[in-house]
Each structure stands twice: as C-alpha cells, then as structure tokens.
C-alpha cells in the first residue's frame, strides 16, 4: 500500500476530573494522531504518551518531533505490502514507541480496510468480547476509593486496580477487601518503591491480589526477580517491558509472572503479538493496559486484546469516565463489564468535527 500523506495532529484534551498515579497528576490529557492515506484509504493511529516523561521517558511533544523529522520521512511515498514490512522501515530509530504506534495503528486500519476484515480477525483475535476493568487513580481519602470502587462493581467490572504510592497502599488494599470481599482485586505502584519498602511489599501479600504491578524502578528487572522470590503475589510488569526482548529476559530470570501489553508503551501491535507469543510459550498470562487513550488509541488496544494469552481483564473503563469529549461520535460500552470487539476503527465513527476542536497543532506532508 503507498502512504501518499500523512498528518501529525497534537491534541489537548479536557478530564472531567484528574488522575492521579504515584509519579503525578494528569489534569488535560495531550495524544497525538496520525491521520494517513494509503492506497487512498484513510486511517488513523493514536500514539498517548503522557505530557511530561514521568510514565516512561517519552512525552507528546516528543512523539510530534519524532514522527516530523524521522519516522514520517522513512515511510512516505513508500509502498509497503504488510504491517511488517512498515515497522521494518524505520527498525533503526531506537525507542519513541508512542510515535511508531500513532504511525503504525493508522497503516493497520488503512490495511484491514482494504482486506475487508476484521483488525481482530487479521490479528489472530479469537473473542468477540472483552472483560473490563477499572484503574482507579490514588485519591484523597479512602472512602472515595471506596465509593468508587463500588460504583464499578454495581457496573459489573470484572476486576478492579487501585494505584497505591507509599503511604497509600495497604490501608486502602484492607479496606477494599474488607468491603467487597473476595473481588479480582489488584494494585499498581508505578515505580514507586524500591527493596526497602519490602516490609509493605510483603503486607500487601496476604491479601489475595491477582497480582501487584510494576512496585520496582521502571527501567528494573533485577529487583523484581528478588522480590518475586520473596511474595506469591504475582508480579507484573508494566513500564520495563518494552519489547518481546525484554519480556523474555524478565521471564528468564523470574522478573514478572504476568505482563501488562500497551500497545502504545511497546511500539504497536506487532511487536504487542510477540510479546504475547513470548509469553503464551513460557505459560505467562498478559493483559491490555492502556495510557488514557482516546476512542481511537482503545480500538487497536480492544482489537489486540482479543488475542488468546490475553486472559486478564483490560484496563478498559471507556473514555466518558475521564474525558470531557471524546474524538468519536459512537464510543464503545462497557455492559455488565464486556465490551464488544469492534471490526473497524470506522464503527466508533471517529469525528474530524472534534478533532478540530481539540488540535492544538496540526501538519500534513504529502509524497
Ligand atoms: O500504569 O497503567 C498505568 C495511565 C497512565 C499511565 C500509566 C498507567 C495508567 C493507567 C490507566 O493505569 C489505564 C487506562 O485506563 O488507560
Ligand atoms: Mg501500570
């Protein structure tokens, strides 16, 4: 297929209320587009990367510059017969995977298009339904966590996550158990404790979590090893998994018995499937997180979801939970905590209207 333009949309997007995780605060969410013709198909890509580099290094303004100077000219004008053979062309730029992702999400919808199938389907996918979960961010006080919680559950969410940091972790875990007993109930630290907090590290054990993610340094897998040794808890990783390298490297040596897949975080979905292949060979289940992705940016998250290793419940609460406006005139829904794989991005009916609206800086380049 030839890439005949490509445009660069930076995105500013108002929350109906903050998320707070250990690292900080996000309180207007920045995402990047690519919008892509090829073959004369119109696609596009979502790459979510936070405003500043406290997740993971990368920040939006980053993966506009990436995308202008680098990965865009690699691709344009070029014809490229498979997803492959698109992430192959710019295989020597190193990191930057929220851009690839924007890049490469908008070549698969233009792809699936011209196949007239199903993104799942071409992706190997084998549900036609998802199970949802909430990431509910840290908050003032328990009982908003508590009030929280329970507006999910009575929603039917199949599990929930709390973002502890130290300090508010296992008072908010016993809380959360001692309420609602025994739901699928895990916690993610986002980096925020090292081998010294190991005392809360081993309290938050004894409470049947399915499993505690990334508690340890975000570029760690040694840590993690140790400390895997030292809970039943499963660990999963999240941040340090960049790539089906690493996710080998961290199953080798014991790091992690779950990985959390975002397609965004890894560089897209054909590196998110060897991850997932990895993992499916060496019996590690995996999950789809997410980075508040819009619409957009959930249907390839949705779409790879419903490969089989994937047997955890998605961070998938849908956009109307944290955003003003979407960029879609028909998000997906999340009912009795399921949400149905979608064939195309096009069934969200994505809204150039509000795209508009929300852009803050825009491109095109034309081959
Ligand atoms: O660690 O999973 C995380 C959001 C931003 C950055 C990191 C994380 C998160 C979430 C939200 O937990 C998941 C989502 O609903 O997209
Ligand atoms: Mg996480």
Known sequence: MKINSIEIIHLKLPVIKSF????????????ILVKM??????GYGEGAALQDPLYVPEYSDETYAILKKYLVPLVLGKDFGTPEELVA???????????????ECAFWDCYS???GKPLADILGGTRTEIEAGESLGIRESIEEVLDEVALRLAEGYKRIKIKIEPGKDVK????????FGDIKLMADGNSAYTLAHIETLKALDSYDLTMIEQPLAYDDIVDHATLQKQIKTPVCLDESILSAEDARKAIEIGACKIINIKPGRVGGLVESKKIHDVCQKHGVGVWCGGVLETCIGRFFNISIASLPNYIYPADMSPSALFFREDLVDSPFEVKDGLIQVPPHLSDFRVSEALISKYASHRETFSA
């Open 113 to 115: 298009q011209k196949l």
């Open 172 to 179: 908010v875990i016993d809380a959360v158990r001692k309420k």
């Open 37 to 42: 013709d090829a073959d004369g198909y119109i």
């Open 20 to 31: 707070r995780v250990s690292f900080g605060t996000v309180s207007e969410k920045d995402t």
């Open 89 to 103: 062309a710019y295989a020597s730029i190193r990191g930057h995977n929220f851009a690839k992702t924007a890049l």
